[in-house]
T-cell receptor
Framework: NAGVTQTPKFQVLKTGQSMTLQCAQD?????MSWYRQDPGMGLRLIHYSVGAGITDQGEVPNGYNVSRSTTEDFPLRLLSAAPSQTSVYFC?????????????FGPGTRLTVL | EDQVTQSPEALRLQEGESSSLNCSYTVSGLRGLFWYRQDPGKGPEFLFT?????EEKEKERLKATLTKKESFLHITAPKPEDSATYLCAGAPVSNYQLIWGAGTKLIIKP
């Protein structure tokens, strides 16, 4: 049982490049989410999904896209990277919200945009 | 507006010196209050969930408590391995999105 896995661990992009951050979980969780974490700030929700085929925007969705074709995978796409997107990105999953909000986090992806 | 505020931002203690971290919240219809631990370069790790005022939970040297306005994480006789950033988050009844505090960085010196 690997829990929540994320790849890559580190990434450097140039402004305007696109890329996909990968997230997978093997706990059969319905709820998955993407956060970014910046110094001095709390975790900020980018996008979330309550099940395969269902996604919604969080607090800071601009510049990011998501899709959820399977229960296990929830990739985050940066469409055209900007320096303001330099951050650490965490993927998290939990069972059905309302029944258990305990979120399990991946190890994170540290992204630098030059 | 839902908000979670943690204090202090950083706390330095000597090994064995007990203290408390504070998490103040204004979350409409709080469904639960969560505490997580985060080590450098890693994702947050779940510690506790508290659901109602007066509830307490313990794990080793940590004890979390909840009132109607705030939660405390009490650390008794801490050790250097307790050094980490401690995050709290509130779950509003209105949606699935947790409201996160900015965290308290705890440093325990031997």
């Amino acid at each position: 049982n690997a829990g929540v896995t994320q790849t890559p661990k580190f990434q450097v992009l140039k402004t305007g490049q696109s890329m996909t951050l990968q997230c997978a979980q093997d706990m059969n969780h319905e709820y998955m989410s993407w956060y970014r974490q910046d110094p001095g700030m709390g975790l900020r929700l980018i996008h979330y999904s309550v099940g395969a085929g269902i996604t919604d925007q969080g607090e800071v969705p601009n510049g990011y896209n998501v899709s959820r074709s399977t229960t296990e995978d929830f990739p985050l796409r940066l469409l055209s990277a900007a320096p303001s997107q330099t951050s650490v990105y965490f993927c998290a999953s939990s069972a059905v919200p309302g029944q258990s909000d305990t979120q399990y986090f991946g190890p994170g992806t540290r992204l630098t945009v030059l | 507006e839902d908000q979670v505020t943690q204090s202090p931002e950083a706390l330095r203690l000597q090994e064995g010196e007990s203290s408390s971290l504070n998490c103040s919240y204004t979350v409409s219809g709080l469904r639960g209050l969560f505490w997580y631990r985060q080590d450098p370069g890693k994702g947050p790790e779940f510690l506790f969930t508290l659901y109602s005022a007066g509830e307490e939970k313990e794990k080793e040297r940590l004890k979390a408590t909840l009132t109607k306005k705030e939660s405390f994480l009490h650390i008794t006789a801490p050790k250097p391995e307790d050094s980490a950033t401690y995050l709290c988050a509130g779950a509003p009844v209105s949606n699935y999105q947790l409201i996160w505090g900015a965290g308290t960085k705890l440093i325990i010196k031997p």
